[in-house]
Every structure is written in structure tokens, then in C-alpha cells.
């Protein structure tokens, strides 16, 4: 017989458990969904505090979060929503599931930065980014390692670099795609790693094994295009020929013998950007040696190097007539033939081989001008000026060029045209315009900078030829606005000077004139002029402005009146 209770009905209170319970679980699992959608988060207060958490185990971590989630949730569901619609459980799950992203997304939101990495300070800086693994099993550590006792190692051979730092372990560039023909992203996260540490060259490499378990390593260097403009084919990141470890490792000779062979590269690069970055400052005296001692080298050693004898041998005519410009007599004739023969020992078919033509119209035309620097008529070789302008015509359409190398074909046709004019051996026929205006619509690129600003000076000369001196004035300050060599400067704020005496805008002028003089000083510091130059152009200047003075009377005309 059932047990009633005093009011008759039956005794309920063992169920009261379980509803219990009930509750209870429900509580349990809502703080345990709590607890996992607060993973994140707590994740984010711990990197906060400063324990940065590397990118696996953090994804590791949101993952374990994530999976104690979802059970959480799977049971709360089935306990409390078990006998609900479908749609409402589904929109259950949906807002678990926004809770969650949400969470994830503060830690993505707010996850604080990783540290900076140590800026160098000096001009010459070094950073070895790394060896990464291409085939074969590597460890990590000993990669690492091994880039931490390369860059130790070569700090202590390379003269010329300043510092040299491993940010191996601390940076993590995708080197693996050293080994593809794109490297776009690898391209864009150096140059940000370059601008972060102020580095002159980064330098990596890809290592492999065979069967046999030989290990080869194939070294990289990346170079700035903002530290060697004259030479773009040494911009980016490029391959060396590979080095064969013969032990390993393992073996401390054969980390010696490695360090010691990447370092002989590595210098000779440095050496190499050293010697343009002192040819652009004005030395082409010592550029020249210095790029003399690397061929040297080159023809000792035989062996692989990261600069191509032939772009050495290029850069070395250039220097080579540089210093023709200070000569006069037999002296300019000799350097410009040395020129010359460094122009025609590369090969044709070398990637600087088109560079080397395009250098040759060059020197041909310094030969053709003769040692006035000029174009005054009866001075000029005409039948060699005729072959230049043809040749130049054919490599600024040449599409194997490269952009820049077809702008400087452009630039230097068109002071070839207007030579030819200005010598009375052709008339104007438009070709000085054209050939300046496909300069100036080249899109921007480095080292485009002084070829536009020297087509402007051209273009300023055709138009004083022609009487327009308002457009020449126009030109010619675009010119000085754009161009950096202090020499050309003070020839272009020279002629800015007589353009503007002409138009007896004596301001102008005056300004002109000590502007030209402040460049002249700037050259003769820098070595490029000397004091007689500075006096002789100082009295021209005073001569020059007395007699437009009691030309123009008192008739002093500014640009802005005019």
C-alpha cells in the first residue's frame, strides 16, 4: 500500500534530488562554457604582463579552449534546450559560437605587439637573418646557432661593416622562398626587416642534405635599393653559387671553414657598394682603386662571388671617366680609353652587357666632344656624335632593357640632339622634346631621380636656343630641384644666373650666383673642385652681373612681375 502524507498525497521529496541535480549540472557546465570562452582572454592578460606566448602554443591553446567549448555547450544544450525546437537550439549554438569569436577576436585585437627588434646605428650594417631549411632534416637550434657564430665570426673579418648582428630565432622571414622564382612576399618582409634594423644587407641561406647526408649550404644576400641606385640588378634578394659542408655541423673546422668562405663574398659586396657609395660622394679616385682590388681579387680566387665581375668592370669605366672630367691632354685621352676597354671586355650576352652598349654611346660622346666639355661648333667630332644619336635611338626602344636603362638612353639622346644643335650640325627637329618628355612620364624608380633632373637641364638649354628664357628659367629649376650632385648644380644655378641677367631679373640672378658659389664650396670639400675654380667662376659672376647692371639700368624685373 502506498505511503500518504497527512494532506493524502503521495511523498515526492527523494525526486527533489534530482531536479537538484539538475540544476547543479546545468551550473557546472555554464561555468565550464564560461571558463572556455574566457581562455582568450585570459591568454591576452597574460601577454599583457609581458610572457609572450609564440605562435603555436597560442594556437594550441585556443584550440584546447575551443574543443572544452564546444563539449560545454553540447551538454547544456542537450540538458536544457533537449526538448526544444530545432531553430532554437540552433540559434543557441549561433550565439555560443559569437561569444566565443568574440573572445578570440580581443585576443587578436588587443594582443600586444611583439617586441622591437635592436636597431643598428651605423652606415655599413650587417643582419643575418637566418639559415633556413631547404631538404633534409635540420635542427633549428644548430641553424640558429650556427647564424649566431657567423655573424660573431664576421664582424671580426669585414673592415668595412660596421656592425654585424643574428637575428636568427628573433625574426621569422618565409627564406624557404629563396628557392622560388616569386618571392613577393619574402621581398616585402625584408624591406621592412631591413628599415626596422637599419640594415645596409640582410643575409640567409637556404641548406639542404642528400642521402648520403652531405649538407650544402646556399647563401643569399638582400641589398636596398635606396644604398646602391646605380645598380639595380644587386636590389632584392639573390642566390650565391652553393658551398659544400664536408663534415657537417658537427665539426667546429667546418663551421671555420664556412664562415670563412661567406665571409670572403660578403666582403667582396661590401667592398663593392662601398666603392659606389664613395664614387657618388665624390672620390672616383679611390672608387676606381677599390674596384680595381676586386677584380684583382676575382682573377685570383676564380670562384663564385655575389658580384659579377662584369658589373664591377662596368662601374669601373664609369669611375674611370669621372676622373677623364679633370683631365685635359693626354691624361683624359688614356682614362677614357681605359674606360673603353672595360666597356668592351663584357660579354654581350652578360646581364650587364646592354649597360656595357649603353655606356660606350657614353664614352663616345665624351670622345667626340672633346676636353672643352662643350658643344661650340668646329669643336665637335660630327660624324661620331651622328653614330651616337643612331645608337641611342635603338637601345631606348630596346626592350630588353631595363626601364632605367631605357631612360638614360632617353636623357642621354636628348644631350647628344641638343649638342648636335648647339654645334650647328643639325636643326631642331623635335627630337630633344621627345626624348625628354618619355623621361619625365618613366615611372618613378630609383636612381630616376638625377636622369630627370638632367633631361630638365637639357630641355632648359633647348628652350634658351630657341629665346624662350621664361621656359629655359622653368626648366632649369626643375632640374635643381631634382638633381643632387653639387657640380651639376652649380653649373645648372649658373645658368639660372645668366638667363635670369638676360631678362634683367637682377634678384634672380644675384641669388643664382651665390647659390652656385655655395655649391662649388660644397664640391671642393667633397675633393670634385678645386680653388681655382671656385675664384675664376666668383669673377665671371661679378663681371658677368656689372654689365647686365648698366644694361638693365634700374629696370630690376622679379619672375613674379613678369
Same mark, same amino acid.
Given at each position: ?233 644587386? &636590389? ?146 660630327? &660624324? ?179
Amino acid at each position: 500500500m502506498p505511503d500518504h502524507g497527512p494532506d493524502g498525497g503521495s511523498d515526492h521529496r527523494p525526486d527533489s534530488a534530482p531536479d537538484g541535480g539538475h540544476r547543479r549540472s546545468l551550473w557546472l557546465w555554464a561555468l565550464l562554457g564560461l571558463f572556455a570562452a574566457c581562455v582568450p582572454c585570459a591568454l591576452l592578460v597574460v601577454e599583457k604582463l609581458g610572457s609572450a606566448l609564440p605562435p603555436v602554443p597560442l594556437v594550441l591553446a585556443v584550440l584546447a579552449a575551443l574543443a572544452g567549448y564546444v563539449l560545454a555547450v553540447q551538454a547544456v544544450v542537450g540538458e536544457w534546450f533537449g526538448q526544444r525546437p530545432r531553430r532554437v537550439r540552433f540559434l543557441v549554438w549561433s550565439a555560443a559560437a559569437v561569444l566565443f569569436l568574440g573572445s578570440l577576436a580581443l585576443l587578436l585585437v588587443f594582443r600586444p605587439p611583439p617586441p622591437p627588434l635592436t636597431r643598428m646605428s651605423g652606415a655599413r650594417d650587417l643582419a643575418v637573418a637566418g639559415f633556413a631549411a631547404e631538404s633534409g632534416r635540420q635542427d633549428r637550434q644548430v641553424l640558429d646557432d650556427v647564424a649566431a657564430a657567423f655573424a660573431h665570426d664576421m664582424a671580426a673579418r669585414i673592415p668595412a661593416a660596421t656592425a654585424v648582428r643574428s637575428y636568427a630565432g628573433e625574426v621569422s622571414l618565409p627564406l624557404a622562398q629563396l628557392a622560388d622564382t616569386r618571392r613577393d612576399a619574402l621581398e616585402r618582409k625584408t624591406a621592412r626587416f631591413a628599415d626596422e634594423t637599419n640594415a645596409e644587407m640582410v643575409i640567409a641561406g637556404l641548406v639542404s642534405e642528400d642521402q648520403a647526408g652531405q649538407t650544402t649550404l646556399r647563401p643569399a644576400v638582400y641589398v636596398r635599393a635606396d644604398q646602391i641606385p646605380d645598380s639595380p640588378e644587386l &636590389t632584392g634578394w639573390f642566390l650565391g653559387e652553393p658551398v659544400l659542408i664536408a663534415r657537417g655541423w658537427e665539426s667546429a673546422r667546418a663551421r671555420a671553414q664556412l664562415t670563412g668562405e661567406l665571409t670572403r663574398r660578403i666582403d667582396a659586396l661590401t667592398q663593392f657598394v662601398d666603392a659606389l657609395d664613395t664614387w657618388r660622394n665624390g672620390s672616383p679616385a679611390h672608387a676606381g682603386r677599390i674596384l680595381t682590388t676586386l677584380l684583382d681579387a676575382e682573377q685570383r680566387n676564380h670562384a663564385g662571388g655575389f658580384v659579377p665581375p662584369d658589373l664591377v668592370r662596368l662601374f669601373h669605366g664609369h669611375v674611370l671617366e669621372d676622373q677623364a672630367y679633370g683631365e685635359s691632354g693626354p691624361g683624359r685621352e688614356r682614362l677614357l680609353e681605359e674606360a673603353r676597354s672595360e666597356y668592351l671586355a663584357i660579354r654581350r650576352d652578360s646581364p650587364a652587357g646592354r649597360r656595357a652598349a649603353l655606356s660606350l654611346q657614353g664614352n663616345a660622346y665624351r670622345r667626340a666632344i672633346g676636353p672643352t666639355h662643350s658643344c661650340t661648333p668646329g669643336t665637335v667630332r660630327a &660624324t661620331d656624335l651622328a653614330q651616337v644619336s643612331k645608337a641611342l635611338r635603338l637601345l631606348a626602344v630596346d626592350p630588353g632593357m631595363t626601364e632605367l636603362g631605357r631612360m638614360k638612353a632617353n636623357a642621354n639622346l636628348a644631350q647628344v640632339e641638343q649638342c648636335r644643335i648647339t654645334a650647328r650640325l643639325v636643326k631642331d627637329d623635335g627630337t630633344v622634346e621627345r626624348a625628354v618628355r618619355a623621361v619625365r612620364t618613366t615611372p618613378d624608380l630609383t636612381g630616376a631621380a638625377d636622369l630627370r633632373a638632367f633631361a630638365e637641364s637639357v630641355a632648359a638649354v633647348n628652350a634658351a636656343g630657341r629665346g624662350d628664357l621664361a621656359a629655359a628659367v622653368d626648366r632649369i629649376r626643375a632640374a635643381i630641384a631634382h638633381g643632387q650632385d653639387p657640380v651639376q648644380r652649380a653649373v645648372w644655378h649658373g645658368l639660372l644666373a645668366s638667363w635670369s641677367l638676360e631678362r634683367c631679373d637682377l634678384t634672380t640672378a644675384r641669388k643664382a650666383q651665390q647659390d652656385a658659389l655655395t655649391q662649388l664650396a660644397a664640391a671642393e670639400r667633397a675633393g670634385r673642385a678645386d680653388s681655382a675654380l671656385v675664384r675664376r667662376n666668383e669673377e665671371a659672376f661679378a663681371t658677368e652681373l656689372r654689365q647686365a647692371e648698366e644694361r638693365c639700368g634700374q629696370a630690376d624685373k622679379t619672375d613674379e612681375e613678369r
